[in-house]
């Protein structure tokens, strides 16, 4: 009989070319879509935070469980190559320089006392994914919950009883990732200008109310009728690194059908059309409204995996991590816990070549009383560190 193993991937608040980085840039966005139909389609996530665990945890996968981690989070046969892509991304995204931002991002290995992991998996999880190692007594699930909280809450993460005891119960080992993200907006909104106002559905329907912030700026701003959509980039801290990039549908036209769009116009066309637009019209001023918003999110991903082809590692008979542990193991659950909080002083976490830009004769605005989609990107590399969609208003 197979031990459980349980891979609990926990994200913190966001508040707010290497060849290797197009890997989890281009996995983030399908991820999101399979997410988001789980999630009645208002969502946050960190794409990236999931890419690192999912990564590290290939690492101690064989056969088909290797295969299918492979294919979906497109990761390259050598594992040498996949250290050294994760060493070099890691340091260009999660360590910035940019005043205003602040972006952390720590692995956690909890292991059962007794349970033997080989060492070869052990150095890969320390060494190179720069995992904390501590070992706990699982069959006091109340005390290892306990200390595994205080490790992490440690470690500076802003997220706090991240694990609970049943998770240790049926477990020998618990793999987990904490990431978060706070930007303050390199130009912020006026809270005396925030509103009350109405939000609608695609189809003009008000479903219900949000506080609506305001302001007019000198920002990236472009009419991509390529993906069916407005496209605005808000910036963070003071050296263009890091940004919120707001896609507002046109009226009319679902999150849906835009976000299956961005299956071939990819966020790197979106940037160069943003530039491109600077370049012919110059930087100049858009009307922004954007509701304050937080979004918590707390979804098993076993299903969306499936959905991306990942159904091996989930299964006692068919799971195969030989390089982990001489036990015969599977994964019972992974498990994503995350947050997003917007407001006016930052965010707290080749279609597209043939795109139509009309001429701007007033002042471009977008106007997000709608649903849209959002991501939180280190722009050199097209990382996204966090991503959503928001469709459910509420006032906050």
Same mark, same amino acid.
């Given at each position: ?27 983030? #966005?399908? *991820? ?59 340091? #260009? ?9 602040? *972006? ?102 008000? #479903? ?189």
């Amino acid at each position: 009989m197979k031990c459980i193993i349980l891979f609990i991937l926990t994200i913190a608040s966001c508040y707010a070319e290497v060849e290797f980085s197009g890997r989890p840039r281009n996995f983030s #966005i399908e *991820l999101l879509h399979h997410t988001q139909l789980e999630t009645d389609g208002h969502v946050v996530i960190s794409p990236f935070g999931i890419w690192t665990l999912m990564t590290g945890v290939a690492l101690g996968a064989t056969g088909r469980s290797r295969s299918q981690l492979a294919r979906a989070f497109l990761l390259p046969k050598n594992q040498n190559t996949i250290l050294d892509g994760y060493k070099n991304l890691t340091k #260009i995204v999660l360590e910035p320089k940019t005043q205003g931002v602040q *972006l952390t991002s720590k692995n956690f290995v909890f292991t059962d006392k007794g349970f033997a992991i080989y060492p070869d998996f052990k150095r890969a999880l320390t060494s190179n994914f720069g995992a904390m190692l501590i070992e706990l007594d699982f069959t006091n699930p109340k005390s290892a919950a306990r200390i595994a909280n205080t490790a992490i809450e440690s470690s500076g993460a802003t997220v706090s009883n991240v694990l609970r005891s049943d998770d240790f119960e049926k477990s020998r080992m618990i793999v987990t990732n904490v990431i978060s993200f706070k930007g303050l907006w390199s130009s912020p909104f006026n809270e005396s200008d925030t509103t009350v106002e109405k939000f609608y559905d695609e189809n003009k329907k008000e #479903i219900g109310q949000v506080k609506m912030m305001y302001q007019r700026a000198m920002l990236p701003y472009s009419n991509l009728q390529a993906i069916s959509a407005s496209v605005v980039e808000l910036p963070y801290g003071n050296d263009n690194k890091y940004s919120m990039l707001i896609i507002l549908p046109y009226p009319k036209i679902n999150v849906a059908e835009v976000y299956q769009k961005l299956s071939v116009v990819t966020l790197k066309d979106i940037f160069a059309k943003l530039e491109s637009d600077v370049k012919e019209f110059g930087i100049e001023d858009v009307d922004v409204k954007l509701p304050r918003f937080k979004i918590s999110t707390n979804v098993v991903l076993n299903k969306p995996l499936n959905s991306m082809g990942v159904t091996d590692i989930f299964n006692p008979k068919l799971a195969k991590f030989e390089k982990v542990s001489k036990n015969e193991l599977y994964i019972s659950a992974i498990v994503h816990k995350a947050d997003i909080e917007v407001t006016e002083s930052g965010t707290v976490a080749s279609a597209a070549t043939s795109a139509y830009f009309s001429d701007r004769i007033s002042t471009p605005t977008i106007e997000a009383n709608r649903p849209f989609i959002y991501f939180v990107i280190e722009k050199s590399t097209t990382t996204i560190i966090f991503s959503g969609i928001y469709s459910k208003p509420s006032i906050f």
